[in-house]
Nanobody
């Protein structure tokens, strides 16, 4: 029912920053937790970060201290601020409800050059 559209990806140098946005077509106020996921070539999709309705964040060890997830319920939007990017962060990034999942969207490509 809810469409999620990711944006904000791009090509950056290592050490750079990007801010990803996840815009929902309907209210996310009732969604208890939202998450950002990523999938690199040849890799399984992995959870990067999640955030509860109350704003409590959780992060994968690989991004802890570098990424920050936030949500603006009034704007039906979830953000992922990515700092100190590394080539290993290169992947397609997706947002979704955590849990259960909605159909996956197209994601947004993040490419970090060395």
């Amino acid at each position: 029912q809810v469409r999620l559209v990711e944006s904000g990806g791009g090509l950056v140098q290592a050490g750079g920053s990007l801010r990803l946005s996840c815009a929902a077509s309907r209210s996310i106020f009732s969604i208890r937790a939202m998450g950002w996921y990523r999938q690199a070539p040849g890799q399984q999709r992995e959870l990067v970060a999640r955030i509860t309705l109350g704003g409590r964040p959780n992060y994968a060890d690989s991004v802890k201290g570098r990424f920050a997830i936030s949500r603006d319920n009034a704007k039906n939007t979830v953000y992922l601020q990515m700092n100190s990017l590394r080539p290993e962060d290169t992947a397609v990034y997706y947002c979704n409800k955590d849990l259960p999942y909605l159909p996956w969207g197209q994601g947004t490509q993040v490419t970090v050059s060395s």
